[in-house]
């Protein structure tokens, strides 16, 4: 009976995500000719070939069959040896990411992960950027994280779509006076959804101040130093909704549960609780 080694499936599905073998053998660790040779021999093992010739990362109908059944098997590896090494050090601190955005929300509520995840001593919290966060998950440095999410390269156990707004404190200037704006950096969901809908609007913009430390946005925001783009459900209190019609509508932003096995998945739900349970699940 023919079997398929982990590593086999864990370099296809990587080629597949990075839509590249040298992306890939970066984020493995591993040479690209090595990550090549593991493809070739997944095509040898189902005897078929994985990707279209005429589109390099277009995937066949076996391709796309390999690529589904492979991320579900290497969420239940993973999520085994995780749940093992739980096992053999039931004190151990659970890693927890939290986008900067969700801290002052979700932090009081850490308890709610002890039930479901089995947590010994506490929780170990990491809040920063959420491409920083995706990152470490997928270094397994992190248990579980919750984030604002582009395209993830990792298991995602839950997404919801969530509206954006601007937020803050006398926000009426006149139509034809640039925005005044506190924004996370560039390559962060708010700060592209934010700008993208200036541009589009034609709307002149002054970026104030630049942070990607939600706490710092939010006191610039307070200050009335400028409008910051905000989830909101998580804008802190003291910040409202702007009325002012002439700042551009900002498109919803996708939020992210990842964790490394069905039990903490099942934590991490619990955990979010009603910070979600009003928005689009996808």
């Not at 890939?24 to 493809?39: D, F, H, K, M, N």
Request: aromatic share 6%; net charge neutral; with cysteine.
């Amino acid at each position: 009976m023919r079997s398929i080694p982990i590593d086999v499936l864990r370099a296809f599905v990587a080629v597949v995500e990075a839509r590249g073998f040298t992306r890939a053998a970066e984020e493995l660790g591993r040479s690209q000719p090595t990550i090549s040779l593991q493809v070739k021999r997944l095509e040898e093992l189902v005897e078929a070939p994985l990707f279209e010739k005429a589109a390099r990362f277009d995937l066949t109908a076996v391709g796309a069959v390999c690529f589904d059944y492979g991320k579900r098997l290497l969420r239940l590896h993973d999520g085994m040896l995780d749940e093992a090494s739980r096992q053999k050090a039931p004190d151990a601190m659970l890693r927890v990411g939290v986008a900067s955005e969700f801290a002052g929300r979700l932090a009081p509520r850490l308890g709610q992960l002890r039930p479901d995840a089995g947590v010994g001593s506490g929780f170990e919290v990491v809040t920063d950027a959420s491409d920083v966060l995706a990152s470490a998950f997928r270094q397994n440095a992190l248990d579980i994280a919750f984030l604002v999410s582009g395209e993830i390269e990792a298991p995602v156990a839950g997404r919801w779509r969530a509206p954006l707004r601007w937020f803050g404190v006398g926000c009426g200037r006149a139509s034809t006076d640039p925005v005044r704006i506190a924004i996370a950096p560039r390559g962060s969901a708010l700060h592209e959804a934010a700008i993208e809908a200036l541009r589009a609007q034609g709307r002149k913009f002054e970026i104030v101040c630049l942070s990607a430390d939600f706490a710092v946005l939010v006191a610039a925001a307070s200050a009335g130093l400028g409008v910051a783009p905000m989830i909101e459900g998580f804008a802190p209190d003291g910040l409202s909704p702007c009325p002012d019609k002439s700042l551009p509508a900002l498109p919803p932003v996708t939020l992210s549960l990842l964790a490394r096995s069905p039990a903490l998945e099942a934590a991490g739900r619990r955990w979010l609780g009603d910070a979600v349970e009003t928005l689009q699940s996808l």
